[in-house]
């Protein structure tokens, strides 16, 4: 098993390169589709159902500006795959290149308290928690306005600003009372 790392390739001019992980990819077409149609810089995604990525292609893949983990609410499977996911990563990814992008968490279905593991597994590895509707194409277009704004910093597109910037003012924190039960 290799590690995914950072800073092993060199960037593109003007273009980003974002991977998507998802086990179930619902979501992940949708949003792959809405990410490309991004007109003032080239938006290359990957995708993948976990990590670690196959060895054969690793020389002609492209560095990786932003990693996404998104998972759904409803299913344990998909909670346990990014968090398994997460150990084939190079640490310097956690420095403001590695976002949680979380789905169906307002479906009566979904436990809290994988939405409490959730949130604790974010803010124990300072990254960005995101909420995403991927029932609609409103909240398609809003997941990727918002994807989009961390993918533009963490590939160095935005002057005078650090991925490691962004991340220590987007990261996820979690409230003192959080092991308290959640209001019903």
Do not use: W
């Amino acid at each position: 098993m290799s590690l995914l790392k950072p800073f092993s390739k060199l960037p593109g001019l003007n273009s980003a390169n974002i991977l998507l992980v998802e086990s179930k990819e619902q979501f992940q077409q949708s949003l792959a589709d809405a990410l490309v149609q991004e007109t003032a810089f080239t938006v290359n995604v990957r995708l993948a159902k976990s990590l670690p990525l196959p060895m054969e292609n690793e020389e002609s893949r492209p560095r990786i500006d932003l990693v996404a983990f998104i998972i759904d609410l409803t299913s344990e499977l998909s909670f346990q795959s990014a968090e398994a996911s997460l150990k084939c990563l190079d640490p310097g990814y956690f420095l403001g290149k590695v976002c949680f992008m979380v789905t169906n968490a307002r479906n009566a279905a979904a436990p809290v308290e994988r939405l409490d593991a959730v949130r604790r597994l974010a803010a124990s590895l300072h990254c960005p928690l995101l909420f995403a509707e991927d029932q609609t194409p409103d909240g398609v277009a809003n997941a990727t306005e918002r994807l989009l704004t961390i993918l533009k910093v963490s590939a160095g597109l935005v002057p005078m600003a650090t991925a490691l910037y962004l991340s220590n003012l987007t990261r996820s924190t979690v409230p003192p009372d959080i092991d308290q039960p959640s209001f019903d």
